[in-house]
């Protein structure tokens, strides 16, 4: 059936993966809401979204905040009536070593990472049980597994892997799906920072011998926020490449 006239709110989507999903969901039919905290991104966003004849808004406002939150949430029933998919795909990463961290990155961490998905999705789900329909993608990470030197962002995606099950226990008699996206190593601008010998080690170590894109998890969201997936909650996808495989 598609996501076609769905109403999809993507957090974090004037940049990165959370842009491509918004495409991808857009150029599918989708009405999208283009979230981020600047506003010239997010208005640039949309209105590249609309000059190719897509339905777009878009909305600023900080998802570690309740209130900015609820008033992204009214904006988006005023505008398109109903919310149909939530992608949680905000994210930050400030993490160091344990010696290194502080109360500051843990916190910013934390409350991006997983406050916001839970914010997010608290705003959404009642109008998702009203229509008895409503799809939660959050995007987490590899790394949830664990990884040295990333304390709190390891820990902010476990939690968000555990609100992820618990969300697709507590809603699913409602025709509403939660399910995580773990991403692993992905083509952003950040890989391209790591020196050269860095990144061959890295990608000599993938069992597919290559890096994924932004397409591969818009790819994903796409399947994940579509009408046919209904039998499909409370899973974690890895996007990989396999490394998920053998490395925590
Ligand atoms: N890039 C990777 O290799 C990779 C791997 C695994 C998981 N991820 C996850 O994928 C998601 C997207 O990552 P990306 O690489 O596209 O990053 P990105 O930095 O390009 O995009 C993240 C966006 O989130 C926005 N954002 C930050 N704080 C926000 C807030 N409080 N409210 C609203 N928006 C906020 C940023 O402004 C930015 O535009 C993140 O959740 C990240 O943890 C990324």
Redesign the pocket.
């Known amino acids: 059936m598609g996501i076609e006239n769905r109403v999809a709110i993507i957090?974090?989507?004037?940049?990165?993966?959370?842009?491509d999903t918004a495409f991808m969901l857009a150029k599918k039919g989708a009405k999208v809401v283009i979230?981020?905290?600047?506003e010239d991104?997010v208005d640039q966003t949309a209105k590249e979204l609309r000059d190719e004849g897509c339905t777009a808004i878009g909305i600023v406002?900080?998802?570690?905040?309740k209130a900015?939150v609820e008033s992204m949430v009214s904006q988006t029933m005023d505008t398109f009536g109903s919310i149909d998919i939530l992608v949680?795909?905000?994210?930050?990463?400030r993490s160091g070593p344990l010696r290194k961290l502080s109360e500051q990155d843990w916190d910013i961490t934390l409350?991006?990472?997983l406050k916001?998905p839970y914010l997010c999705s608290q705003a959404v789900h009642g109008h998702m049980v009203q229509q008895k329909r409503g799809r939660i993608i959050n995007?987490?990470?590899?790394?949830w597994l664990g990884g040295p030197g990333q304390a709190p962002?390891s820990s902010a995606?476990a939690g968000l892997v555990g609100l992820t099950r618990t969300l697709a226990l507590e809603l699913g008699r409602n025709g509403i799906t939660s399910n995580c996206i773990?991403?692993?190593?992905?083509?952003?601008?950040?890989?391209y920072e790591l020196p050269e010998k860095t990144r061959d080690f890295l990608k000599a170590k993938q069992p597919s011998g290559d890096i994924?894109a932004?397409e591969d998890?818009a790819n994903t969201v796409l399947y994940l926020a579509d009408d046919d997936t209904g039998y499909v909650t409370g899973q974690v996808l890895y996007v990989c490449g396999g490394r998920s495989l053998f490395s925590g």
């Open positions: 957090t974090g989507s004037a940049s990165g993966m959370g842009r979230n981020d905290i600047s991104k406002a900080d998802i570690s905040s900015s949680n795909n905000a994210g930050v990463d409350n991006v990472n916001g995007i987490a990470s590899r790394a962002y995606k773990a991403p692993g190593l992905i083509l952003t601008p950040l890989w994924g932004g998890i």
